[in-house]
T-cell receptor, first 110, second 112 residues
Framework: EAQVTQNPRYLITVTGKKLTVTCSQN?????MSWYRQDPGLGLRQIYY???????DKGDVPEGYKVSRKEKRNFPLILESPSPNQTSLYFC?????????FGSGTRLTVV | SQQGEEDPQALSIQEGENATMNCSYK?????LQWYRQNSGRGLVHLIL?????REKHSGRLRVTLDTSKKSSSLLITASRAADTASYFC????????????FGQGTELSVKP
């Protein structure tokens, strides 16, 4: 089944403790992206990648890192999480038209 | 920054009625897409309409695009309780590759 898999689905962590949210797609898509969704602010793009080893900042990249060492994986790294990064995160991939989204990761930073 | 503005923000209808949601955007686009999101879950791609298309159908969905007014509408016919969800329009700008920019969404509630 074609899908984007994110892990974990839920995560509660403490301020400053590094974490990684994994994202993997099995559709051989070149384009991958991370979004965060917050009430009243909608979905905002954090980072995106046009292909392996090619990443670029989205609208809200501060406090996040990504890597794209292989086509299928696009992890989101929070080196020193802060409470304002509490959010619902989505990974998505696309070949040409239409995105496929993961199920989301609900992150709480206390 | 958000590209699209959906209207209305919330819509409540009875099962069997039609639901119409509108979306406006600000810049030139390659295509416009509609997504559905059930509460707290991932977004599901519904339909894509290209800038050179005016209308598109998929099952009970009908999408129109008016590039002169920079607006689109999503019509769901004969709605069902299972259609209850948030609906988002998203645009791909002409000069920004595949970047998808979302509107704030319309919350649709279909009462049985």
């Amino acid at each position: 089944e074609a899908q984007v898999t994110q892990n974990p689905r839920y995560l509660i962590t403490v301020t400053g403790k590094k974490l990684t949210v994994t994202c993997s797609q099995n559709m051989n898509h070149e384009y991958m992206s991370w979004y965060r969704q917050d009430p009243g602010l909608g979905l905002r793009q954090i980072y995106y990648s046009m292909n392996v080893e090619v990443t670029d900042k989205g609208d809200v990249p501060e406090g996040y890192k990504v890597s794209r060492k292989e086509k299928r994986n696009f992890p989101l790294i929070l080196e020193s999480p802060s409470p304002n990064q509490t959010s619902l995160y989505f990974c998505a991939s696309s070949l040409a038209d239409g995105y496929t989204f993961g199920s989301g990761t609900r992150l709480t930073v206390v | 920054s958000q590209q699209g503005e959906e209207d209305p923000q919330a819509l409540s209808i009875q099962e069997g009625e039609n639901a119409t949601m509108n979306c406006s955007y600000k810049t030139s686009i390659n295509n416009l897409q509609w997504y559905r999101q059930n509460s707290g879950r991932g977004l599901v791609h519904l339909i894509l309409i290209r800038s050179n298309e005016r209308e598109k159908h998929s099952g009970r969905l009908r999408v129109t695009l008016d590039t002169s007014k920079k607006s689109s509408s999503l019509l769901i016919t004969a709605s069902r309780a299972a259609d209850t969800a948030s609906y988002f329009c998203a645009t791909v700008r002409s000069n920004q590759g595949g970047k998808l920019i979302f509107g704030q969404g319309t919350e649709l509630s279909v009462k049985p």
